[in-house]
């Protein structure tokens, strides 16, 4: 189907430089996603704290967790879910204070892992099957 064939309002299906792109980011974010998952097997979270890189994809996956769930759910949330992962983070120091007497313990580290493991997750399988069946958009 030609450009001019396509439906109103439609995409076009990306080219060969699109597909590399989507394969690309896929891949970068399955390594985050291994390099997470193995750095809890190696130590357990929460027992001590992690390096920089973690918090770096904490961040992104605080950013990002809005858009996913807007993605997954086809609703737009706006920035409460945004405001539901920051309760979360808020709630796990506070258990971490209350329960261990320090900010880093098992309840936010085990939050921080799972957001970061199910936001990048998500992303890599969404990427990598954009890449493969030339999802538009």
Same mark, same amino acid.
């Given at each position: 189907?030609?450009?001019?064939?396509?439906?109103?309002?439609?995409?076009?299906?990306?080219?060969?430089?699109?597909r590399a792109a989507r394969f690309v980011l896929g891949v970068v974010t %399955? /390594?985050?996603? +291994? #390099?997470? =998952?193995? &750095?809890? !097997?190696?130590?357990?979270?929460?027992?001590?704290?992690?390096?920089?890189?973690?918090?770096?994809?904490?961040?992104?996956?605080?950013?990002?967790?809005?858009?996913?769930?807007?993605?997954?759910?086809?609703?737009?949330?706006?920035?409460?879910?945004?405001?539901?992962? %920051? /309760?979360?983070? +808020? #709630?796990? =120091?506070? &258990?971490? !204070?209350a329960v261990y007497g320090r900010w880093w313990a098992p309840p936010l580290?085990?939050?921080?892992?799972?957001?970061?493991?199910?936001?990048?997750?998500?992303?890599?399988?969404?990427?990598?099957?954009?890449?493969?069946?030339?999802?538009?958009?």
């Amino acid at each position: 189907m030609s450009q001019r064939e396509r439906a109103p309002g439609s995409l076009p299906t990306p080219g060969p430089v699109g597909r590399a792109a989507r394969f690309v980011l896929g891949v970068v974010t %399955a /390594a985050v996603f +291994a #390099a997470v =998952v193995s &750095a809890h !097997v190696a130590t357990p979270p929460g027992s001590d704290i992690p390096t920089w890189l973690f918090f770096v994809a904490v961040l992104l996956a605080f950013r990002l967790v809005g858009d996913i769930v807007e993605l997954s759910l086809r609703r737009p949330w706006g920035a409460a879910t945004r405001a539901v992962a %920051a /309760a979360g983070i +808020a #709630a796990g =120091v506070v &258990a971490d !204070v209350a329960v261990y007497g320090r900010w880093w313990a098992p309840p936010l580290a085990w939050y921080l892992f799972l957001l970061v493991e199910v936001t990048f997750g998500f992303l890599a399988v969404s990427f990598l099957a954009a890449a493969v069946l030339a999802a538009p958009g």
